[in-house]
């Protein structure tokens, strides 16, 4: 059983940065495919970042060139680093950790509030 958190999330105003952590526990976290989603209101949870258990990235279109992903595996810590943000990237984001079909964990969220 894996265990994720999140931490980092806050108020930023439009054009800010802000970074999220994202700390494991209780599994290998090498072996997982880790990524970060966010939930916006009223909408569906949306995939915003992915990073194989190297370092093989992939991003929303929505967030090209102004997120990056990342991940230590040796601190058991994946982050996101977000710059250039908007009002849109307003949203609880999440970690996700999973290893093939049957191993898939999610963390509690952190909320991001870019205002305008």
């Known amino acids: 059983q894996v265990q994720l958190a999140e931490s980092g999330g806050g108020l930023v105003q439009s054009g800010g940065s802000l970074r999220l952590s994202c700390a494991a526990s209780g599994g290998i976290f090498s072996l997982y495919v880790m990524g970060w989603y966010r939930q916006a209101p009223g909408k569906q949870r949306e995939k915003v970042a992915e990073?194989?258990?190297?370092?093989?990235?992939n991003y929303a279109d929505s967030v090209k060139g102004r997120f990056t992903i990342s991940r230590d595996n040796t601190k058991n810590s994946l982050y996101l680093e977000m710059n250039s943000l908007k009002p849109e990237d307003t949203a609880v984001y999440y970690c996700r950790a999973r290893l093939g079909a049957r191993q898939d964990y999610w963390g509690q969220g952190t909320q991001v509030t870019v205002s305008s």
């Open positions: 990073i194989s258990q190297g370092t093989k990235t």
